[in-house]
């Protein structure tokens, strides 16, 4: 398991909102569930002394910090102010933020990324569904009860096709150790190569599973630093030149980034790629 | 969203990047007094697609033939595109042609500057032949400008008239929220003077609004209206219409349609929390094509409510075929409600895309 577990406490970034109060509780409902620290307080300016969804709320992250423990945020923020939020996270010397919010422009997330570089923080996204350690730690929205522990990583720039992948596997009866998301915008704090860094560090996880798209090389980068045994998947073998595919990363542009290049790229470097995400199990079973 | 050619250049005059004289029309009767451009003129159709030139977009004519040319240049299509907007601009007497951009590196996650002697023509050509004749910097996103060392290193011993240009593309570029500032050629006329003799800028869509862009043009009617009821849309060309939730499953269901052979008319994602009245709206929206035969409804998540998505489906009550395939919580019930109207519904998306190839007895 990478990122976060048990001990893990968290802050709820835009808690007020309607995002951040579903979700502070279906994350506390799961922390309950598995004896987690789970969401220990939310933040929202100008709400400071208010409760949300059954935790306190205070007007900032430095405020909040006073009072209660926590080594990571998860961001609920509306698009204009989230770069903001992952600086403020960062700037408190939290050691991860998870940026869900999408619609984040890439210039402030550009900055946001390199002023929490400059303080050690990690960010996973933005415009990602956060990540799932099973039976240990659920920072940001997606539905545990599809995922089961084990030992296959999976990092996915998706989200409900995350969520496919996992119901597959679980029912395959493969667990998995952490389900990250890493976001489908173009400019992501953590990149398929930083996650399966982590990944390998971690003995719990045996293999991985890659869920890619149309845009960008990232899928390639990520399999060309590891050693550990990789199946991929990359959605968009039908998507056309230069439209976006609902993600502001998924584009094909100037002729790059395309799923079947991609596709060929990672089988050059020896990668396992399924062409559906039903093949998937069975693929990742050769490798446990 | 693309800028046009003429509003690339204002954007880059505001900057303070020379940019040829020139005036956009859109009729005949707004060329006016011609008199300062000189002898030739130059006329370029703006059209929001590439490959222009080729298609005959571009003309360089005597001034005094300019209204009889740009005439029959507002008569044609470019590409299926009429041409509504013309920018006129003098003609320039170009001694050489350079190229400089700023674009967003995935991988290193910040602006890269871009700058080659070789500018005019194909850039990802010159990439893939010759890529050491491209420099490139990558600049920390925290700095507001270019640093003196980067202007240097990228101009190298081109005129030094080019560093200012360089400069100011990159503050365009941060100002503008772009994810590209492009100009190709960037050149040097006889008299030395250096000016942007085109313009391409790319505005992140995410920042339209602070932008102060209502519209995306980008966008067509369709996929304008999608947008308004919050969902992603793209217009594609085959007969099976699908609504998914999420980009990626969204995609993987096209990727899936054309693995059974068939051809997708659509990219329509609803996004989250697809309640009956949203669901109703794509499918309706979808079915509205008369190219569209069969609709494909694939929705997973944990807190999508199944039988509120059957609800809207029935709702919608459309004369395609309409195949489901759900999971979330009271699957049962939608279950049930569906087969109740005569709705198609499988657990898998295997099996409910393998459906839409059978003709339905």
Same mark, same amino acid.
């Given at each position: 398991?990478?990122?976060?577990?048990?001990?893990?406490?968290?802050?709820?970034?835009?808690?007020?909102?309607?995002?951040?109060?579903?979700?502070?509780?279906?994350?506390?409902?799961?922390?309950?569930?598995?004896?987690? &620290?789970?969401?220990?307080?939310?933040?929202?300016?100008?709400?400071?002394?208010?409760?949300?969804?059954?935790?306190?709320?205070?007007?900032?992250?430095?405020?909040?910090?006073?009072?209660?423990?926590?080594?990571?945020?998860?961001?609920?923020?509306?698009?204009?102010?989230?770069?903001?939020?992952?600086?403020?996270? &960062?700037?408190?010397?939290?050691?991860?933020?998870?940026?869900?919010?999408?619609h984040i422009p890439v210039h402030d997330t550009m900055k946001a990324l390199a002023y929490a570089r400059l303080c050690g923080t990690t960010v996973?996204?933005?415009?990602?569904?956060?990540?799932?350690?099973?039976?240990?730690?659920?920072?940001?929205?997606?539905?545990?009860?599809?995922?089961?522990?084990?030992?296959?990583?999976?990092?996915?720039?998706?989200?409900?096709?995350?969520?496919?992948?996992?119901?597959?596997?679980?029912?395959?009866?493969?667990?998995?150790?952490?389900?990250?998301?890493?976001?489908?915008?173009?400019?992501?704090?953590?990149?398929?190569?930083?996650?399966?860094?982590?990944?390998?560090?971690?003995?719990?996880?045996?293999?991985?599973?890659?869920?890619?798209?149309?845009?960008?090389?990232?899928?390639?980068?990520? &399999?060309?630093?590891?050693?550990?045994?990789?199946? &991929?998947?990359?959605?968009?073998?039908?998507?056309?030149?230069?439209?976006?595919?609902?993600?502001?990363?998924?584009?094909?542009?100037?002729?790059?980034?395309?799923?079947?290049?991609?596709?060929?790229?990672?089988?050059?470097?020896?990668?396992?790629?399924?062409?559906?995400?039903?093949?998937?199990?069975?693929?990742?079973?050769?490798?446990? | 969203?693309?800028?046009?050619?003429?509003?690339?250049?204002?954007?880059?005059?505001?900057?303070?990047?020379?940019?040829?004289?020139?005036?956009?029309?859109?009729?005949?009767?707004?060329?006016?007094?011609?008199?300062?451009?000189?002898?030739?003129?130059?006329?370029?159709?703006?059209?929001?697609?590439?490959?222009?030139?080729?298609?005959?977009?571009?003309?360089?004519?005597?001034?005094?033939?300019?209204?009889?040319?740009?005439?029959?240049?507002?008569?044609?299509?470019?590409?299926?595109?009429?041409?509504?907007?013309?920018?006129?601009?003098?003609?320039?007497?170009?001694?050489?042609?350079?190229?400089?951009?700023?674009?967003?590196?995935?991988?290193?996650?910040?602006?890269?500057?871009?700058?080659?002697?070789?500018?005019?023509?194909?850039?990802?050509?010159?990439?893939?032949?010759?890529?050491?004749?491209?420099?490139?910097?990558?600049?920390?996103?925290?700095?507001?400008?270019?640093?003196?060392?980067?202007?240097?290193?990228?101009?190298?011993?081109?005129?030094?008239?080019?560093?200012?240009?360089?400069?100011?593309?990159?503050?365009?570029?941060?100002?503008?929220?772009?994810?590209?500032?492009?100009?190709?050629?960037?050149?040097?006329?006889?008299?030395?003077?250096?000016?942007?003799?085109?313009?391409?800028?790319?505005?992140?869509?995410?920042?339209?609004?602070?932008?102060?862009?209502?519209?995306?043009?980008?966008?067509?009617?369709?996929?304008?209206?999608?947008?308004?009821?919050?969902?992603?849309?793209?217009?594609?060309?085959?007969?099976?219409?699908?609504?998914?939730?999420?980009?990626?499953?969204?995609?993987?269901?096209?990727?899936?349609?054309?693995?059974?052979?068939?051809?997708?008319?659509?990219?329509?994602?609803?996004?989250?929390?697809?309640?009956?009245?949203?669901?109703?709206?794509?499918?309706?929206?979808?079915?509205?094509?008369?190219?569209?035969?069969?609709?494909?409804?694939?929705?997973?998540?944990?807190?999508?409510?199944?039988?509120?998505?059957?609800?809207?489906?029935?709702?919608?009550?459309?004369?395609?075929?309409?195949?489901?395939?759900?999971?979330?919580?009271?699957?049962?019930?939608?279950?049930?409600?569906?087969?109740?109207?005569?709705?198609?519904?499988?657990?898998?998306?295997?099996?409910?895309?393998?459906?839409?190839?059978?003709?339905?007895?």
């Amino acid at each position: 398991m990478i990122l976060a577990d048990k001990k893990t406490g968290v802050i709820v970034a835009g808690a007020t909102g309607r995002q951040g109060l579903f979700h502070i509780r279906l994350m506390n409902e799961y922390a309950r569930q598995v004896g987690g &620290a789970g969401v220990v307080a939310g933040v929202t300016p100008g709400k400071g002394g208010q409760e949300a969804a059954g935790v306190p709320v205070y007007d900032s992250i430095r405020a909040a910090l006073k009072e209660h423990d926590a080594d990571a945020s998860v961001i609920f923020v509306p698009s204009g102010a989230a770069g903001d939020s992952i600086m403020e996270s &960062a700037a408190n010397g939290l050691s991860l933020a998870v940026a869900i919010t999408e619609h984040i422009p890439v210039h402030d997330t550009m900055k946001a990324l390199a002023y929490a570089r400059l303080c050690g923080t990690t960010v996973i996204g933005p415009n990602c569904p956060g990540l799932l350690s099973p039976g240990e730690a659920k920072l940001g929205i997606m539905p545990p009860h599809l995922a089961m522990p084990g030992p296959v990583g999976v990092i996915s720039r998706s989200g409900t096709l995350t969520y496919e992948i996992v119901d597959e596997l679980t029912r395959a009866g493969i667990g998995q150790s952490t389900v990250v998301g890493i976001g489908g915008d173009p400019v992501i704090g953590s990149t398929f190569t930083d996650v399966l860094a982590r990944f390998e560090r971690d003995p719990a996880t045996k293999a991985v599973v890659l869920v890619g798209e149309v845009g960008g090389a990232l899928e390639q980068e990520g &399999a060309a630093s590891t050693s550990l045994p990789l199946v &991929a998947y990359v959605a968009g073998v039908s998507a056309p030149p230069d439209k976006r595919m609902g993600h502001a990363g998924a584009i094909v542009e100037g002729g790059e980034g395309d799923a079947r290049s991609k596709i060929r790229a990672l089988e050059a470097m020896g990668v396992t790629v399924a062409s559906r995400p039903s093949e998937i199990p069975a693929l990742i079973r050769t490798f446990l | 969203m693309k800028l046009r050619e003429y509003e690339g250049k204002r954007v880059f005059a505001e900057a303070g990047i020379p940019v040829p004289m020139g005036r956009v029309i859109r009729s005949v009767e707004e060329l006016g007094d011609l008199s300062a451009f000189g002898e030739e003129v130059v006329l370029k159709a703006q059209v929001d697609v590439g490959g222009r030139g080729k298609a005959g977009g571009v003309i360089i004519c005597p001034t005094a033939e300019a209204p009889a040319r740009a005439a029959a240049l507002f008569g044609i299509t470019i590409k299926g595109l009429p041409v509504t907007e013309i920018l006129v601009e003098e003609r320039l007497p170009i001694a050489h042609e350079y190229y400089c951009a700023v674009l967003i590196d995935r991988s290193t996650r910040q602006p890269v500057v871009l700058f080659t002697e070789a500018g005019g023509v194909e850039i990802e050509e010159t990439a893939r032949t010759d890529p050491d004749r491209i420099r490139r910097i990558g600049i920390p996103p925290l700095m507001a400008e270019l640093p003196p060392f980067a202007v240097r290193d990228l101009v190298g011993r081109a005129p030094r008239a080019l560093g200012p240009v360089v400069a100011a593309l990159y503050r365009a570029f941060l100002v503008k929220d772009a994810l590209l500032a492009e100009i190709n050629p960037l050149v040097v006329l006889e008299d030395g003077r250096v000016l942007a003799a085109d313009a391409k800028v790319i505005v992140d869509d995410n920042a339209l609004a602070r932008q102060g862009i209502q519209r995306n043009r980008d966008l067509t009617e369709r996929e304008a209206e999608a947008e308004r009821h919050g969902f992603s849309y793209v217009e594609l060309d085959g007969e099976i219409g699908v609504v998914g939730n999420g980009a990626g499953l969204t995609m993987a269901t096209l990727d899936l349609i054309e693995h059974y052979g068939l051809r997708a008319a659509n990219f329509l994602d609803v996004g989250g929390g697809a309640d009956r009245e949203r669901v109703a709206h794509a499918v309706r929206l979808l079915a509205s094509s008369p190219e569209v035969r069969v609709i494909i409804v694939n929705l997973l998540g944990g807190i999508t409510r199944c039988d509120e998505v059957a609800l809207g489906i029935i709702e919608a009550g459309v004369a395609q075929r309409v195949i489901v395939r759900m999971a979330g919580t009271n699957e049962a019930e939608g279950r049930a409600l569906l087969m109740e109207h005569g709705y198609e519904m499988y657990d898998s998306m295997d099996t409910a895309v393998g459906a839409a190839t059978e003709v339905r007895t």
